[in-house]
């Protein structure tokens, strides 16, 4: 279910002397300005600032009509970055335009929704040569200066699956590791040897010396490309790449379906796609980041960390937790609770985190996440009985065991964890038997 947001905008869009003057939703100052420039490789940039908007009106599951176009923008002290989630949350896509990107200047910080329109979809398309792109951007507008162009005023609701996407991609992508780095030319021709459109199959791809080879079955070093056509937004930029990295979770042989990023750089600006584990599988359903929203002191972590963000362009966790005088893992866990505001992400390049503030309620957390509400309720009502690493959970008439394993992973005898073996999030018996747990230590 979406949640709808409602945005004012200062003025109707329209194509001025100076430009296209593109309205946004705001924030509380009248039209100050974070960053006002020009794009240094413009033709790239409209490249990957189309590839963002089309994946942000796609749904590769059961495609329908347009979906959102609504993308993120953010400036943050050195760079800028463009977000959105397909209409069915299933791709994630990101582009960082970088200092080598702009002449211009980071003034401030802040984070905006754009009213991507299709007049400006077209004005982005004819960009080329060496024609001059403008972008001046601030929490109350985003303009974008070309030759030529029209924009029409557009307000867009911001979906809750957004928000709940953000919070699980963020958590997902931290344990990503780079598995493959290939050329520009080599990836051309890795994308267009890539089934169709409708494929849903899941493959993946072995690195191969310069290359990428397909396999059907996981393997050591291998990156899940799931529904192999959702990578077709990566095109309109290849001609402009230097090389495409490729980023995932470890994998055995065995191995189930797992996210994975895909990371095309100009050197100036990267475009990345974060694809979920199944085409089917939209982000906002993984469950990732409950556990970490399960511990008890996890909001006022959150509260005391977020105080200390600074807009740095990546987060470092380590000087975070000195100055916030918590270890690590809580720092993590609050990050992921903050997350769930849309106040952080991760950057699988950079290796670290980013801050961001979008207009929503930290307090959906839960609202959104009824596994979490479930969990808390057999908490209150006595029904988790620990032995040790076992427990079982009371749960209506039926009881469940629980088992934590090594790894921290727990197993469950219900059928939430019979029907998704751990790959969705832990089921709210988990949940609850890990909040005793906390309480217990």
Request: net charge neutral; with cysteine; aromatic share 6%.
């Amino acid at each position: 279910m979406n949640a709808v947001q409602t945005y004012r905008y200062l003025r109707p869009s329209a194509l001025r002397s100076a430009g296209l003057d593109l309205q946004t939703s705001g924030g509380p100052a009248a039209n100050p300005r974070f960053f006002s420039g020009f794009l240094t490789t413009p033709t790239a940039a409209a490249a990957g600032l189309l590839a963002v908007a089309e994946v942000a009106r796609t749904r590769y599951h059961q495609p329908v009509s347009p979906a959102s176009l609504d993308p993120v923008v953010t400036g943050s002290r050195d760079r800028l970055r463009f977000e959105s989630f397909s209409g069915c949350c299933g791709v994630y896509a990101r582009m960082d335009v970088v200092p080598a990107g702009f002449d211009g200047e980071v003034v401030g910080h802040g984070t905006t929704n754009v009213d991507v329109n299709p007049p400006l979809r077209e004005a982005l398309a004819r960009v080329g040569g060496i024609e001059p792109l403008h972008l001046a951007v601030g929490p109350d507008d985003l303009t974008v200066s070309t030759i030529e162009g029209a924009v029409v005023e557009r307000k867009v609701p911001l979906p809750g699956r957004w928000m709940r996407g953000f919070a699980e991609v963020h958590v997902l992508t931290a344990g990503f590791e780079p598995r493959a780095e290939i050329p520009a030319a080599e990836a051309a021709a890795f994308l267009r040897r890539l089934p169709g459109g409708s494929d849903r199959s899941v493959l993946w791809a072995v690195p191969a010396g310069r290359t990428l080879r397909l396999t059907s079955r996981p393997a050591p070093g291998a990156v899940c490309l799931a529904g192999a056509g959702r990578l077709a937004a990566l095109r309109g930029l290849l001609r402009h790449a230097r090389t495409l990295r490729v980023y995932g979770p470890v994998v055995r042989t065995g191995s189930p379906a797992v996210p994975s990023t895909w990371e095309l750089d100009t050197g100036s600006l990267r475009l990345s796609l974060t694809l979920s584990p199944e085409p089917y599988r939209g982000f906002s359903g993984e469950g990732a980041a409950l556990l970490a929203l399960a511990g008890d002191d996890v909001i006022d972590d959150a509260e005391l960390v977020g105080a200390l963000l600074s807009w740095d362009p990546t987060i470092d966790v380590v000087a975070l937790a000195d100055a916030a005088g918590l270890p690590a893992d809580r720092v993590r866990a609050a990050l992921a609770q903050l997350g769930t505001a849309g106040r952080v992400g991760y950057d699988v390049a950079d290796a670290g985190y980013f801050h961001r503030v979008m207009p929503h309620d930290a307090g959906r957390a839960e609202r959104d996440n009824p596994r979490l509400i479930g969990a808390r309720t057999l908490v209150e009502q006595g029904a988790v009985r620990r032995d040790g690493d076992h427990a079982t959970v009371r749960s209506g008439d039926e009881d469940y065991r629980v088992r934590r394993l090594p790894d921290g992973a727990f197993t469950c005898t219900c059928h939430w964890w019979a029907k998704h073996r751990g790959q969705r999030g832990p089921c709210k018996h988990a949940l609850a038997v890990s909040m005793v747990a906390e309480v217990t230590v």
